[in-house]
């Protein structure tokens, strides 16, 4: 004989505790009322369980899904079921009920509901599988990328996203009234994860940033989470890049360890093998744009169909759908990049992946007198950056980075067509709610 | 005999190549030039360890501290020395030259140089140890914060810094031009993780919030990092209190195993054992208050005297300075705190923790009819809130949850007086920059 059951467990213990009495919580998720017997699929964060009802005991509760119930009941073995045991309920009571009319069940396919919908509706929708496992995928995306890099030595640092001035120079920054004076949203860690390096050596960011941009596609965001990682005493962008081939590498094994039959239910192939992804110098690019589209249109930077064409070439020569481009035109790129020889190249690179840069990172310059002329070259005096550049003056070590966008990360691996998708709440030129 | 090196090691790895050749690359953290003998302190993310060369091969290079070096040698065994070997420079190179007249050295004493200092000089400050530790440590304690959650079945999640409107009803918000309209920065994660464990029933953020408070005090920022944490299906405001003890039980714990040393370069006492952390109701407060320091001026909040002052009883009772404050009056909480009984007393607390606040939490109203009666109560039309309450439809189970302010905890634990010690570049009334 078993003493009344007093404490809620988890719905994935169930099978550790059969023939005893347990309190369980959660959703009704899915309902099936026959004339004798009453079938409950109950949802909590861990699982899921088939409760099993007189329907003549528990209609007066007048159950529908979404409700928030508690089950007392006694679990019993049943071959069938996907946890080996199911959940006679001996007595359930409602601990909130949920509204009539509502959009669309968590349970359903909602494959087909838009994404403002599901925006406006996010609970139901993260109670829903297909949606949320989006956010636990990215959730265990941020979780490895830490990982990762504490385990080699990297600090996490906190920076402020409240700035006196851009990182670039200007344009796209959101203005904040700040007390009696201006100030704007950072729209980059740069120059803070700059200075970090002159201090750890080694630092990366996990954070909000902000970008002004006018215009509202499927690939931007005015408000993203980046990825940031810098770090000192490189010899050239080669070991930036190397690092974030084994970054991602690992990132991706650790999810494919853990995640496999979610990441399944998202994409037919699996994750690319990021240690053989080659890097193509940009002028190649060029030429093979020409040579396999015909393309004579760009000069100094990539678009979004060269992106996707560059993704395409790289994938019938290697098999992987990615390819880091390094060597961009200095001037397309920012002031602080680093040259790669003397032709006007930078020592700068983005990471295309399954059709759109995820990453842009580059060695930068750890001169005082370089990044003066940069800038000077450009027709910014210096001065203006006095504040950033006396940090140089401090012990700078040579040092690279980059960043990787955590929305395009997430839709892309898991085959997100559009980055709101990737997003709980997305932010862009005409959205700021919910 | 040995290939001349041609990878650059870390300093903590020398001790596993003694007598051979290795390039190490840092910082000339002290410098002691004799007639014959040059001793160089290097310094790298890994460690620090000293080289030494003869003078005359060395001079040339004008070595200072602080200077970005590249040091080629041979390792050999020095029992003295704290990594059991020294380098015996065979060739050294500036990577990059500091500047003249720095305002402190890196490994000088800089407990007295000021905050300002500190902040406009970060590189310099986080490459001094007692510095930089205090961002260590940070780090740890958000890596052992979102360890303890992920493993306990807590989703992470992330949720947008730019609202449309406050979750308290409009005060202390910072105005953004959110391109032809206005929005604020987000004072709490609050609604958002509401809404969340809907879905996911367990979940926390680690991010920025912002209050626009005008008063710059040793405790106050108006960018601060909320560790974020809400939970479902709780009985009450214990159980939250409970998660609070056992989860700073296990990152106290977590920093104690991995960073003693450290830890007591800063504080005399080990850090308070959490699980014994008593919960006293807040009437009981008051009449202690009123006993023991003849404090009548009290009667709906606490202020900063009254929590050193109940930090000090709790010490004197448990030995551990930190009590739980349960049960503020309801109406000086925010409407959304659940009531505890029908005193007008709040299921709402406080976590005091050597002397400051670092927490409010509590159970919260789950029932949509609850929130828009405390919504009335406090004059505010529910209508206002409607795009908050609709989500009390979608299936909103009881739960609770807390907020951790990652500067204070910080600062309490390493015995930091003023709290923009333990932020790298803070943000007050006067200050955006650096």
Chains 1, 2 share one sequence.
């Not at 996907?82 to 949920?98: D, F, T």
């Not at 239910?265 to 744009?289: A, N, Q």
């Not at 920012?334 to 790669?340: D, E, G, I, K, V």
Request: charge should be negative; proline fraction near 4%; aromatic fraction near 10%.
């Amino acid at each position: 004989m078993h003493t009344k059951a007093t404490t809620r467990i988890f719905i994935q213990s169930l099978s550790e505790v059969t023939q005893r009495e347990v309190i369980l919580r959660g959703w009704v998720y899915r309902l099936r009322m026959l004339s004798k017997t009453t079938f409950v699929i109950l949802k909590d964060c861990s699982g899921e369980a088939q409760c099993v009802a007189a329907t003549e005991v528990i209609e007066e509760l007048h159950l529908k899904t979404e409700d928030v119930i508690e089950v007392r009941g006694r679990v019993r073995v049943d071959e069938r079921a996907k946890l080996g045991c199911e959940v006679e309920i001996l007595e359930a009571r409602i601990l909130n009920r949920s509204g009539q009319n509502l959009p669309f069940n968590s349970a359903a396919d909602i494959e087909s509901v838009g994404l403002e919908k599901l925006a406006e509706y996010r609970p139901l929708a993260l109670r829903n599988e297909y949606v949320g496992n989006v956010f636990r995928i990215q959730a265990a995306l941020l979780k490895f990328f830490r990982e990762y890099l504490t385990d080699r030595r990297f600090t996490e640092i906190i920076t402020s996203k409240i700035v006196a001035s851009g990182t670039e120079g200007g344009t796209n920054l959101f203005e904040l009234k700040y007390f009696d004076r201006i100030a704007y949203l950072a729209q980059s860690p740069q120059f803070y994860k700059e200075h970090a390096v002159a201090g750890y050596e080694r630092v990366f960011e996990t954070g909000h940033v902000y970008r002004a941009e006018p215009h509202s596609t499927r690939r931007h965001l005015t408000e993203y989470y980046s990825l940031d990682v810098e770090f000192s005493f490189i010899d050239g962008p080669e070991d930036v890049i190397q690092l974030e081939r084994e970054l991602l590498a690992y990132i991706f094994d650790r999810i494919e360890q853990n995640h496999a039959p979610v990441l399944n239910t998202y994409r037919k192939t699996p994750l690319p093998r990021m240690l053989d992804v080659p890097c193509w110098e940009f002028g190649e690019c060029l030429e093979l744009l020409k040579e396999h589209f015909n393309r004579t249109d760009l000069t100094d930077d990539l678009d979004p169909e060269a992106e996707r064409q560059l993704c395409q070439l790289a994938n019938e020569r290697t098999g992987t759908a990615a390819v880091f481009v390094l060597g961009f035109p200095l001037l397309a790129r920012p002031f602080y990049s680093a040259p790669r020889g003397s032709n006007g190249a930078a020592s700068s690179f983005d990471l295309l992946f399954e059709g759109i840069e995820i990453t842009t990172g580059g060695q930068r310059l750890h001169h005082r007198e370089d990044l003066e002329a940069a800038l000077r070259g450009r027709g910014i005096e210096p001065t203006n950056f006095e504040n950033h550049l006396r940090m140089f003056d401090l012990g700078m070590p040579p040092h690279g980075g980059f960043a990787i966008g955590l929305e395009r990360l997430t839709a892309r691996i898991l085959n997100l067509p559009n980055i709101r998708q990737a997003v709980l709440y997305p932010r862009d030129r005409y959205r700021v709610t919910p």
